[in-house]
C-alpha cells in the first residue's frame, strides 16, 4: 500500500482567513513533505520533515507553518495568504532511509485564495 | 538555473509503439532518479526509478536507461498504450542535511493515438 492521503481536496480562502490542510499516511515512513505546485509547472518543494523534525525549510514565507505531530500526520497551517499562493499542495513521504529514497505522493489539495 | 530539464513538452506516439521520453540534469550532486506520471488535478504517481551506479532499470512496459556522463535519462514504454497518456515528470534526488530533495523537470505532455 503506497497511499498517502490529503484532506480537504479543495479549499477557498480569504486572505484574513486561517486554515490548515492536512496529510496522512500509514506506511510505517519517516520522511514527510511538503510542495506546492504552480498551473503548467514541476511540483517545488517547501519544506522536509524527518523523523518529526524539521530538516529542510527552502525559504517559505512565514505565512505558511508546518506541523508534524507524528510520524503519520503532517500539516500545513495557512494564515494571511495572497491570492498567489493559489496552487495545488502535494505532500508525500518516504521511508527515510537516507537514500535511493522513492517519495509518495498524495492526490492533493487545491488552493484557491480570494 | 533548471538544474533538471525535459526539453520536449509534448510528445505524440502511436498506440503499440515506442514512446521516449528525455530528460538532462546538470548537478552532478544527484544520486537517484525517479519518473513521475501526472493526470490533472492529482498528485505524481511513481512509475520507476534508477540509482546512480546503474545504466539500466526494467519494470514491464517502462525501461529507464542513465547516461550519468551525459547527465542525461530516458523513458522508454513500450508497447504504448492510451491509457499511457499524461504528463510525465523526470525527477532528480540530492541528499541534503540528511534529507533527500527532489528536483522535477518541466514535464512532457505525452498522448498515446489509437
Known amino acids: 500500500d503506497t497511499e498517502v492521503t490529503q484532506t480537504p481536496k479543495h479549499l477557498v480562502m480569504g486572505m484574513t482567513n486561517k486554515k490548515s490542510l492536512k496529510c496522512e499516511q500509514h506506511?510505517?515512513?519517516?520522511?514527510m513533505y511538503w510542495y506546492k505546485q504552480k498551473a503548467k509547472k514541476p511540483p517545488e518543494l517547501m519544506f522536509v520533515?524527518?523523523?518529526?523534525?524539521?530538516?529542510i525549510n527552502e525559504s517559505v514565507p512565514s505565512r505558511f507553518s508546518p506541523e508534524c505531530p507524528n510520524s503519520s500526520l503532517l500539516n500545513l497551517h495557512l494564515h494571511a495568504l495572497q491570492p498567489e499562493d493559489s496552487a495545488l499542495y502535494l505532500c508525500?513521504?518516504?521511508?527515510?532511509?537516507?537514500?535511493?529514497?522513492?517519495?509518495?505522493f498524495g492526490p492533493g489539495t487545491r488552493l484557491l485564495v480570494l | 538555473d533548471q538544474q533538471v530539464k525535459q526539453n520536449s513538452p509534448s510528445l505524440s506516439v502511436q498506440e503499440g509503439r515506442i514512446s521516449i521520453l528525455n530528460c538532462d540534469y546538470t548537478?552532478?550532486?544527484?544520486?537517484?532518479f525517479l519518473w513521475y506520471k501526472k493526470y490533472p488535478a492529482e498528485g505524481p504517481t511513481f512509475l520507476i526509478s534508477?540509482?546512480?551506479?546503474?545504466d539500466k532499470n526494467e519494470d514491464g512496459r517502462f525501461t529507464v536507461f542513465l547516461n550519468k556522463s551525459a547527465k542525461h535519462l530516458s523513458l522508454h514504454i513500450v508497447p504504448s498504450q492510451p491509457g499511457d497518456s499524461a504528463v510525465y515528470f523526470c525527477?532528480?534526488?540530492?541528499?541534503?542535511?540528511?534529507?533527500?530533495?527532489?528536483?522535477f523537470g518541466q514535464g512532457t505532455r505525452l498522448t498515446i493515438n489509437p
Open positions: 508525500a513521504s518516504s521511508q527515510d532511509k537516507g537514500f535511493e529514497e522513492t517519495q509518495y
Open positions: 534508477i540509482s546512480s551506479i546503474k
Open positions: 520533515y524527518s523523523y518529526e523534525k524539521l530538516s
Open positions: 525527477a532528480a534526488s540530492e541528499s541534503i542535511q540528511g534529507a533527500q530533495k527532489l528536483v
Open positions: 506506511m510505517g515512513h519517516r520522511a
Open positions: 548537478n552532478s550532486m544527484f544520486d537517484y
